[in-house]
């Protein structure tokens, strides 16, 4: 008997699968200084932590929203590192100057490391610079990985009729040219949006492409490198949705209709464009007015686009990240969740069925609530980020953490 419970037991560890033991460990949490209960109070490391990017020297670097709670306007926010065992550095703290018109930049969004091994990154707002009602449409900066060399590159729609671009809300692409790119939600020649060019060896910045509504769309996105080194991403037109082709050697960019469709009546929409492994094109897609969403596939040339299951059960919220992780499924942070504060879902990339759904976010958790962000180090060790609370000491609150999730993945 005792022979058979052994081998009972071995056969269940062998066949329960790894991510039954998940672990989730805090590294960092965002403390601001005030009543648990009110909420209101300066964060001298910034709150809502929004950002995470792992840079070549193992260590995490990552993005605070805000430096002060209390409004739901926030405003000014930090740049920060975090080693892999929890050792927190402030980088820069986005001061609000005279008048509080955030000269250097206000509320930093995703963050990339550039081959220079400098940190690259966008403000949504900041640098008024009197613009014809653009003005405060955010900064590009760029700053070394131990805090100094801070630098503005460029504050969007500093000239007139904001020609230069305004509002660059995705992520920074890294061109095979070893060239940063990057896109603008307004602005340009046509002030529907562009695709920018950093030369990382000088700085510089550079329109490279200005969009049309009638021809190629507006408000740019989801900016992602093929494997051939040509761009694509996202556009919205009178035909819906479009997938853009940027090939940076000629300069040249054509569009593709995605016809995404209408559900019960309701159109649907795409985001967070992803390269697969198979080569297609992956996102997340939503329903309008309905709650939840869904994975979507399309090849590079616009064509057989797919729309796995629809979720409802994980709630609504918008997601910054689209992982593919080593196991070879899709790793996303719901801000919402199944209970108000967020999930990590585990979706195939073949039906896009849901594997599974993760939940230990709460208003008093320590992990926090509301994830916003997801990656994989080396190691099969996701990362992650909250956008607000946590444990936090008397006289003060959590305002975010930076986690990590030891899923059982193998290393990457």
């Excluded at 995705?170 to 950093?198: H, P, R, V």
């Amino acid at each position: 008997m005792k022979l058979w419970i052994s081998l009972a037991s071995l056969f269940l560890l062998l066949c329960t699968p790894a991510f039954a033991a998940n672990s989730f460990t805090t590294l960092l949490t965002l403390t601001c200084n005030g009543s648990q209960f009110q909420r209101i109070g300066p964060c001298p490391d910034g709150g809502r932590a929004v950002a995470l990017t792992i840079g070549s020297d193992g260590n995490f670097y990552g993005t605070a929203q805000d430096s002060m709670e209390g409004s739901s306007a926030p405003n000014g926010g930090t740049v920060y590192s975090l080693t892999p065992s929890g050792s927190f550095k402030l980088l820069h703290t986005f001061a609000p100057g005279t008048g509080s018109n955030y000269p250097n930049g206000n509320l930093p969004g995703l963050l990339r490391q550039g081959p220079d091994g400098k940190l690259y990154g966008t403000t949504l707002f900041g640098a008024v610079n009197g613009c014809n009602g653009y003005c405060g449409f955010g900064v590009l900066y760029r700053i070394n990985t131990d805090g100094t060399g801070f630098t503005i590159l460029h504050k969007f729609c500093s000239k007139t009729n904001c020609t230069d671009g305004g509002e660059s809300v995705s992520n920074l692409a890294l061109g095979t040219d070893g060239n940063l790119y990057g896109t603008s939600f307004a602005g340009g020649t046509n002030n529907y949006g562009t695709i920018y060019k950093i030369t990382v060896s000088t700085g510089a910045y550079q329109i490279v492409y200005d969009f049309n509504f009638s021809t190629t769309g507006e408000t740019p996105s989801s900016l992602v490198v093929a494997n051939d080194g040509t761009f694509y991403g996202l556009t919205s037109s009178s035909q819906g949705q479009l997938l853009f082709h940027y090939t940076e050697s000629t300069g040249t960019l054509t569009t593709i209709p995605l016809n995404f469709p209408v559900i019960n009546g309701l159109p649907s929409s795409g985001s967070l464009l992803t390269l697969g492994p198979n080569g297609n094109f992956y996102g997340i897609y939503v329903i309008y007015g309905e709650t939840g969403s869904g994975i979507f596939e399309v090849q590079p040339d616009g064509s057989n686009l797919q729309l796995f299951p629809f979720f409802t059960t994980v709630g609504s919220g918008s997601t910054q990240s689209l992982l593919r992780a080593s196991d070879g499924n899709f790793w996303i942070p719901s801000i919402n969740g199944t209970d108000g504060y967020g999930a990590i879902m585990a979706v195939s990339p073949i039906d896009g069925s849901l594997i599974q759904t993760l939940s230990p976010f709460s208003a008093t958790a320590a992990v926090g609530a509301f994830p916003t962000s997801l990656l994989q180090d080396s190691k099969g060790i996701l990362w992650g980020t909250t956008d607000s609370y946590g444990k936090a000491p008397k006289n003060h609150f959590a305002d975010g953490t930076v986690f990590s999730l030891n899923a059982g993945l193998p290393p990457r």
